[in-house]
């Protein structure tokens, strides 16, 4: 079974540009899950996504938004990029089961986001 | 303050050695506690989730929580130059697939 992947692997954006992460989940999957990792906050919860629907949010501001397709694929849209926002983005699937929050997530290599 | 803390080491130990790693959370709701380990320029990968307090064994890793005094652990018995990694505690409100994670500890083992 093929595990999560996301594209590209790599990025360098220059301030005030956007960017789109893709994020392809393990199939059988519905639920898909983005986090933000950096040296200073670690990995932070961004949003999920269920069905093509945001079912969950985290504490980040508006620049950051998401989707999801009706095949689960995800992507995520950072707008007027800053430098803060360089850092590893990981997306995770899931089965995303309701009625029970244990829902194993698998997570992808991730992308290396650097903002010049 | 950070809901969940986790030493960040390094923690350097040799090979055979027994390590215990460890996380404080403030956050009572939580009840799910999951350990991830994450290699260099890789994504996460569970090791072992526990739910509410209690311990739970898995070949050579033991996890135990305590959620009287807000503590996990992760114990690695027989470490091996492959378990040098970054640990990962995260935990779960109940409110799905949303994980507060600590800042991971980087453990290297020495041959």
């Known amino acids: 079974k093929a595990g999560v992947t996301q594209t590209p692997r790599y990025l360098i954006k220059t301030r005030g540009q956007q960017v789109t992460l893709s994020c392809s989940p393990i199939s059988g999957h519905r639920s898909v899950s983005w986090y933000q990792q950096t040296p200073g906050q670690g990995l932070q919860f961004l949003f999920e996504y269920f069905s093509e629907t945001q079912r969950n949010k985290g504490n980040f501001p508006g620049r950051f938004s998401g989707r999801q397709f009706s095949n689960s694929r995800s992507e995520m849209n950072v707008s007027t990029l800053e430098l803060g926002d360089s850092a590893l983005y990981l997306c995770a699937s899931s089965l995303g089961r309701r009625g029970s929050s244990y829902n194993e997530q698998f997570f992808g290599p991730g992308t290396r986001l650097t903002v010049l | 303050q950070k809901e969940v803390e986790q030493d960040p080491g390094p923690l350097s130990v040799p090979e055979g050695a027994i390590v215990s790693l460890n996380c404080t959370y403030s956050?009572?709701?939580?009840?799910?506690f999951m350990w991830y380990r994450q290699y260099s320029r890789k994504g996460p990968e569970l090791l072992m989730y526990?739910?509410?307090?209690g311990n739970k064994e898995d070949g050579r890793f033991t996890a135990q929580v305590d959620k009287s005094s807000k503590y996990i652990s992760l114990f690695i018995r027989d470490s091996q130059p492959s378990d040098s990694a970054t640990y990962l505690c995260a935990m779960n409100n109940n409110a799905g697939n949303m994980l507060t994670f600590g800042g991971g500890t980087r453990l290297m083992v020495k041959p």
């Open positions: 956050n009572s709701a939580f009840q799910y």
């Open positions: 526990t739910y509410s307090s």
